[in-house]
Every structure is written in structure tokens, then in C-alpha cells.
């Protein structure tokens, strides 16, 4: 079975930082870009970051270029995303996957409270 698993999400004040992982199981999502995306409460899910297979490729929603960095590991099968100076306005589930995304890869995300 092919799960996406993320992890690394909390509660963090304002301005600080937290660095989320995304784990793929089951398989390797050799050649495929992903990306990282949220969904804050009552609210659409929404594009966060981008990345190329091989790296070389990187996107940013407009909003958060310059503080969330997106990275991946291709021998651990694995995605990050390195968020700094976080804001209240980043309390989301966060959820990574393909991207484009597929419905099959949607896990169960991880949490990412800012307190201001």
C-alpha cells in the first residue's frame, strides 16, 4: 500500500520555526515532482510548495517565498519543508503528495498551530 506519511507539525509562537517531513512508503515516487500543500480550518487546501524530481525546480505560493524552503531526499524517499518565521496566518493542516496532486496520496497531514 503507497502512503505518504507527514510528520513534524506542533505548536510554535510566532516567528518561529518548524520543519515538516513527508515519508513515502510503499513506493518511490521515482521521476515524480511533489509538492506541499495546507488547509487551515474552514478554508480550501491550498498550494504551498513545489519540487522537480531532481531538485532542480523549485515554486512557492507568492505569500510564503522567502520563509518556507522545500527540499527532498530522494534516496530516503522523503520531502521537507523548513518553515521559519511562521505566522499565526500558518496554522494549518499541512499535507503533502504529488504534484500535481492525486487523490490516492491525500494522508492525514500534520498540524501546524502559530500562537501569536
Known amino acids: 500500500q503507497v502512503q505518504l506519511v507527514e510528520s513534524g507539525g506542533g505548536l510554535v509562537q510566532a516567528g518561529g520555526s518548524l520543519r515538516l517531513s513527508c515519508a513515502a512508503s510503499?513506493?518511490?515516487?521515482?521521476?515524480?515532482?511533489m509538492g506541499w500543500f495546507r488547509q487551515a480550518a474552514g478554508k480550501e487546501r491550498e498550494f504551498v510548495a513545489r519540487?522537480?524530481?531532481?531538485?532542480?525546480?523549485?515554486s512557492y505560493a507568492r505569500s510564503l517565498k522567502g520563509r518556507f524552503t522545500i527540499s527532498r531526499d530522494n534516496a530516503k524517499s522523503t520531502v521537507y519543508l523548513q518553515m521559519n518565521s511562521l505566522k499565526p496566518e500558518d496554522t494549518a493542516v499541512y499535507y503533502c503528495?504529488?504534484?500535481?496532486?492525486?487523490?490516492?496520496?491525500w494522508g492525514q497531514g500534520t498540524q501546524v498551530t502559530v500562537s501569536s
Open positions: 503528495n504529488t504534484d500535481p496532486p492525486a487523490r490516492r496520496y
Open positions: 510503499g513506493r518511490t515516487f521515482s521521476g515524480y515532482a
Open positions: 519540487i522537480s524530481w531532481s531538485g532542480g525546480t523549485i
